[in-house]
């Protein structure tokens, strides 16, 4: 299956401390996303990293990428209460089928 | 202002109707696909579309039905056959780059009630 897994499926955090998500995949990717959804919105693309780079950043966001664990992790750095949101990974197959598969998502509550 | 745009925002449809919903981008992108959301969960893919006159059934397409008869529409009509069509609908968009995903975009969704 193409679709990712996030790792943790909730995770609550203080403003200003870092969040870590986790995802994990089974087929060999081309690239591999990362999206963020608002409650009740649309998912809003952060960051794509392909399959030959290893660390990517963002502003406050870096993402890695580890082909031979088939996983990839997003941090979030000195969070704030408007990162509050569902985070999701999307990886995209090397056979790839035109599929945009997402998993369940991590939410992530960051208090003030 | 390039982007997707699905309409309407909320939509009620009584069991036992068909309802229709938009999704149009100006974006000039190749691919577009419909999602379902179910409170807290992910999403759940319905269609997708790489190209014009070209559409593939994805996870859950039993009561759904899609076209693709311009590259800026999309639209996805919920019939009757779907036992459970209370949900969250989300219509993306995306740039194909040598075969593979890039950038999705994403419209604002509709919540369809059925009452």
């Known amino acids: 299956s193409q679709q990712g897994e996030e790792d943790p499926q909730a995770l609550s955090i203080q403003e200003g401390e870092n969040a870590t998500m986790n995802c994990s995949y089974k087929?060999?990717?081309?690239?591999l996303q990362w999206y963020r959804q608002n409650s009740g919105r649309g998912l809003v693309h952060l960051i794509l990293?392909?399959?030959?780079?290893r660390e990517k950043h963002s502003g406050r966001l870096r993402v890695t990428l580890d082909t031979s664990k088939k996983s990839s992790s997003l941090l979030i750095t000195a969070s704030r209460a408007a990162d509050t949101a569902s985070y999701f990974c999307a990886p995209i197959g090397s056979g790839n089928t035109g599929k945009l598969i997402f998993g369940q998502g991590t939410t992530l509550q960051v208090k003030p | 202002d390039g982007g997707i745009t699905q309409s309407p925002k909320y939509l009620f449809r009584k069991e036992g109707q068909n309802v229709t919903l938009s999704c149009e981008q100006n974006l000039n992108h190749d691919a577009m696909y419909w999602y379902r959301q179910d409170p807290g969960q992910g999403l759940r893919l319905i269609y997708y579309?790489?190209?014009?006159?070209?559409?593939q059934k994805g996870d859950i397409a039993e009561g759904y039905s899609v076209s693709r008869e311009k590259k800026e529409s999309f639209p996805l009509t919920v019939t009757s056959a779907q036992k459970n069509p209370t949900a969250f609908y989300l219509c993306a968009s995306s740039i194909r780059k040598d075969r593979w995903n890039t950038e999705a975009f994403f419209g604002q969704g509709t919540r369809l009630t059925v009452v």
């Open positions: 087929t060999s990717i081309n690239n």
């Open positions: 579309s790489q190209i014009v006159n070209d559409f």
């Open positions: 990293i392909r399959s030959n780079e």
